[in-house]
């Protein structure tokens, strides 16, 4: 076929154009996080204490200011991603913010807790349950966000499938955090990072072979 | 500098009139950036020996990719960096498949928008393979709106369908001729 005929070929095709990226991707975004809140309420729901803590316990309330930290430049580093002129600019930059408070967070600790209880706040009660639920609970908005993504183009599949694991980790930890009773930042930099970076690698596996366009 | 501002924003207006449905400006969208497309890949691929039908072929690839993720161009933003990365995200393949060193010269990639339309022979340049992966009625009415230049209500009246299973047919073989340019084996 010449390239004159594809041409014909494809304007007679004109009508076929989809929805504009972006509104894919919010769209996906939203079903993945109700998704993943029934898939949350169905296995786990949220500890007793909760409405206690969540306006009483700084530690407590810093595990959604981590999580969602996250989640927040995660989203926007997808929408960006999701194109092939796309690149992840300032939004890098905001990704390294949440890190940043988590050390901050693991000073004060220091300064608050005794050394010789160091080890029981980083392993609290539950680590390897941590690990397990939130790769688990990410399993449904990754899946909402890679579809969408495959409607994409994005210029680094693997990049792109990174960052939809890093935003659905990101989700799963903020769930996951409502029912866990660990709020230590010690705790939190060991297994809610190891479950969002588990979640994040096989997002990047996923994207490599999935993502190309 | 000034030449090529003023061709990008021109194609960034037939874009936005041709994705609400203006098949004349979508038509000459597409020539317009085929030529430019033809002489910038063929620059681009010049240092690493390949045939100028090789060339031609990724200016197809291109213009399919332009046509199938047409929505991953944002609106508020000039639109010639975006063809610019999809022109370079195939010309890097094409290399890949070849099995030669990825060495897409992206500078001379940011020129591109400047260079003339240099008219040749290879628009008429005939990749028939690809359409070998098109079967049965799929590759008949593709044939009847690229090559004999039937519109899908001729083609569906004259083939006994609906002009809505034409279209869809349609679609499904362009997403499918992409398809086939990614699996195409190495000659």
Redesign the interface.
């Known amino acids: 076929m010449k390239t004159d005929d594809l041409i014909r070929a494809v304007v007679a095709d004109n009508a076929s154009v989809k929805a504009p990226i972006s509104r894919t991707l919010w769209l996906a975004l939203g079903a993945g996080l109700v998704l993943a809140m029934a898939h949350f309420f169905s296995l786990l729901g949220v500890r007793s204490d909760f409405a206690h803590a969540i306006t009483h316990d700084p530690r407590f309330m810093f595990k959604f200011v981590f999580t969602l930290g996250l989640a927040i430049p995660a989203a926007l580093l997808v929408l960006r991603l999701a194109r092939p002129d796309g690149a992840a600019g300032w939004t890098k930059w905001f990704l390294m913010l949440p890190p940043l408070l988590l050390a901050g967070a693991i000073i004060l600790e220091m300064q608050a807790v005794p050394s010789d209880h160091w080890a029981v706040s980083a392993f609290g009660s539950m680590p390897v349950a941590c690990m397990k639920y939130i790769p688990i609970l990410s399993v449904a908005p990754f899946a909402a966000i890679l579809y969408a993504l495959r409607q994409g183009a994005p210029a680094h599949p693997a990049a792109a499938g990174a960052a939809a694991g890093l935003l659905s980790g990101a989700i799963g930890a903020a769930l996951y955090a409502t029912f866990c009773v660990d709020d230590s930042p010690m705790f939190l930099a060991i297994w809610y990072v190891a479950g969002i970076t588990i979640v994040s690698a096989l997002g990047a596996l996923v994207g490599s072979r999935l993502l190309k366009w | 500098m000034q030449d090529r501002r003023a061709r990008e924003n021109e194609w960034s207006q037939l874009m936005r009139a ?2 609400s ?1 203006d ?1 004349v400006a ?2 000459r969208l ?2 317009d950036l ?1 030529r430019v497309l ?1 002489a910038s890949v063929r620059r681009g691929l010049g240092g690493s020996d390949l045939p100028a039908s090789d060339a ?1 072929d990724v ?2 690839e291109v ?3 332009i ?9 508020s933003k000039p639109i010639g ?2 063809i ?3 022109t370079r ?1 195939k010309m890097i393949d094409e290399i890949r498949r070849r099995g030669r060193r990825t060495e897409v010269p992206i500078e001379g990639m940011l020129e591109f928008l400047e260079a003339g339309g240099q008219d040749d022979a ?7 393979r ?2 070998n992966g098109l079967k049965g009625k799929n590759r008949e009415i ?1 044939q009847a ?3 004999d ?1 039937h ?2 209500k001729d083609v569906a009246d004259r083939m006994g369908m609906t002009e809505v299973a034409v ?1 869809v047919s ?2 499904r ?2 997403k499918t ?1 992409s398809d086939t340019y ?1 699996e195409k084996p190495a000659t």
């Open positions: 041709a994705i449905g098949g979508y038509q597409l020539n085929s033809r031609e200016v197809q213009v399919l990719a046509h199938l993720k047409r929505h991953t161009w944002d609106q960096p975006w610019m990365a999809i995200n290879m628009h008429a340049y005939d990749a028939g690809v359409l593709v709106i690229a090559i230049g519109t899908a279209r349609l679609h073989s362009l001729l990614q």
